[in-house]
């Protein structure tokens, strides 16, 4: 499985935006970029994913380098909701059913922590 | 909002003792994921199900633990017999297509 590598916290005052690093050196052509997020005592929630252009939905914005070799996640205006550890990881298209690899491997991920 | 369930959310119980933890996926789901959580491990995946069929259990301790989904609303991880290591929160998923949603998780401890 292809890495991702993100910093391990993060911190950010409420309302302003947010970025969220990750990179994937080692991504395939084939890899879909997707983003999960865990808020404290609950399971990891969908976010957002992306194969080569940007995308944007009502959680977040995900920017995808030219190169496909790292993303960022953006929260556009954080609030103390959005406090959790954030998952970037990379899924195969390829492989597996005809919706590709469906397995994801979640690494440590970077806890984001709003200030008030 | 269809939401993934899983019962029970807390489960205390002694060494030895069989464990059932149960998941209802999203209607209309065709695959299910079992993941257990721990802070030295973090999530790993146990094992996953498309259409009811087992296609991958390679995370899961084959000795003590299985899994198996008796209907399309209904998923099973048990563990028989359950030991102070197995203490973690495992969680279900479903998905249509490479998507995961979540359940809030079973919180097990082995005492």
């Known amino acids: 499985d292809a890495k991702t590598t993100q910093p391990n916290s993060m911190e950010s005052n409420e309302e302003e935006p947010v970025h969220l690093p990750c990179n994937h050196s080692t991504i395939s052509g084939t890899d879909y970029i997707h983003w999960y997020r865990q808020l404290p005592s609950q399971g990891p929630e969908y976010v957002i994913h992306?194969?080569?252009s940007n995308v944007n939905n009502r959680m977040a914005s995900l920017a995808i380098a030219e190169d496909r070799k790292s993303s960022t996640l953006i929260l556009h205006r954080a609030t103390l909701r959005d406090a959790a550890v954030y998952y970037c990881i990379l899924r195969d298209r390829k492989g597996g059913s005809n919706f590709g690899n469906e397995k994801l491997t979640f690494g440590t991920g970077t806890r984001l922590t709003i200030i008030p | 909002d269809a939401r993934v369930t899983q019962t029970p959310r807390h489960k205390v119980t002694e060494m030895g003792q069989e464990v059932t933890m149960r998941c209802q996926p999203i209607?209309?789901?065709?695959?299910v994921f079992w993941y257990r959580q721990t802070m030295m491990q973090g999530l790993e995946l146990l094992a996953y199900f498309r259409n009811r069929a087992p296609l991958d259990d390679s995370g899961m301790p084959k000795d003590r633990f299985s899994a198996e989904m008796p209907d399309a609303t209904l998923a099973t991880l048990k563990i028989q017999p359950s030991e102070p290591r197995d203490s973690a929160v495992y969680f279900c998923?479903?998905?249509?297509?490479?998507?995961?949603?979540f359940g809030p998780g079973t919180r097990l401890l082995v005492l």
């Open positions: 209607l209309g789901h065709n695959t």
């Open positions: 992306g194969l080569t």
């Open positions: 998923a479903s998905g249509p297509s490479g998507t995961q949603y």
